[in-house]
């Protein structure tokens, strides 16, 4: 059993705390390997941004648990070192057991996502009341889900989306005495968000869900899931070096920045990074077919991902020059 403060880690507490008084959210960015994690330190660091760091399933069965913990922890060293005084939490992204969250609350994690958003009502208030009973024993922070959100990622699948109602929000958040809610409001995962043909005729979110959430549930970190932006800029190279991407569209930036103006404390972003680094290893390894030299490509690809991280944080987000308040 390790705790995660042995490791230098912080639950998503105060951050929601900061996020909420001061109308900003902290990023959730996915990681699978060594170079997403130097991109996050690096993009949060230098913006002095507050950030969890997510592991999904997927990126477990990739990379290893184990691993991917002492990534974790190597993350914090890394910033410490570099003079970044930045709150890193390490999230599970999508739990799906309380197995599951247990074992990840018992290998050092500061904050946990049980996602029973595919249960019936009960069951999901039922496992995720569990999880929150063993992760507060521990101060680890839970965060959970109302409504379903679609799109289809390796351990992520919808093909339906069920928009959060919000009569149940105040007695799902009383009875599971949970840290934050995730709520489903038009957002979903992946790079095909939205089945139409041009950005211009992207649909708005459900502004008036998310209002109408805030209102019942008052001072309550509310997260939104599938908020990659799909970026055309990285697209646009992925498609122009062989790659044949069509008509990939996600959460048009001016909606995240509107989403945190109502209060949205924690906004998720993969599919963003994902993009970066496929666009830049295309585009290296097209215009350098004698390069063999993973460096020579995931060194760019790592540096770019960073610069996209900080242009969020302090674009998007708002969460840039946040963490000496928290
Ligand atoms: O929300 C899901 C994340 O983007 C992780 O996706 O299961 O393919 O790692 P993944
Ligand atoms: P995107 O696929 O939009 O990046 O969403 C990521 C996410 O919600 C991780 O939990
Ligand atoms: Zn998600």
């Known amino acids: 059993m ?97 197995e599951l969250c247990k074992d990840c609350i018992d290998s050092g994690f500061s904050s946990i996502m049980f996602d029973g958003s595919h249960l019936e009502y009960e069951k999901n208030i039922e496992v995720t009341k569990k999880v929150v009973e063993y992760a507060h024993k521990n101060d680890v922070s839970v965060e959970a889900e109302l409504g379903v959100l679609a799109g289809i990622e390796e351990h992520v699948k919808s093909e339906v989306h069920k928009y959060t109602d919000p009569e149940q929000v105040e007695d799902f958040v009383n009875r599971t005495q949970c840290d934050s809610l995730a709520i489903a409001i038009g957002t979903s995962h992946g790079a095909y968000k939205f089945k139409v043909d041009k950005q211009e005729d992207i649909p708005e979110l459900r502004f008036d869900i998310l209002k109408d959430v805030r209102k019942r549930l008052g001072k309550f970190p509310i997260v939104l899931h599938g908020s990659s932006s799909v970026l055309k800029k990285y697209v646009d190279v992925i498609n122009n070096y062989g790659g044949n991407l069509e008509k990939a569209f996600g959460i048009p930036e001016e909606q995240l920045r509107k989403a945190t103006e109502f209060g949205v404390s924690k906004i998720n972003i993969d599919t963003d990074g994902r993009l970066v680094v496929t666009a830049m290893v295309r585009k290296i390894l097209a215009e350098n077919p004698k390069e063999f030299d993973p460096r020579k490509y995931l060194g760019p690809a790592r540096d770019e991902l960073s610069e996209m991280i900080k242009r969020k944080n302090k674009e998007v987000l708002g969460s840039a020059d946040q963490a000496k308040f928290i």
């Open 2 to 98: 390790v705790s995660f403060k042995e490791l230098g880690l912080k639950n998503t507490r105060k951050m929601f705390e900061v996020s909420l008084e001061k109308k900003f959210a902290v990023p959730g960015y996915n990681i699978n390997n060594l170079e997403q994690l130097q991109a996050i330190i690096i993009g949060c660091g230098e913006t002095d941004s507050p950030v969890i760091i997510q592991i999904s399933q997927g990126a477990r069965d990739y990379a290893n648990q184990t691993m991917l913990r002492y990534l974790g922890q190597g993350g914090v060293e890394m910033a410490k070192e570099l003079g970044y005084n930045i709150p890193i939490a390490l999230h599970l992204d999508h739990g799906n057991s309380f």
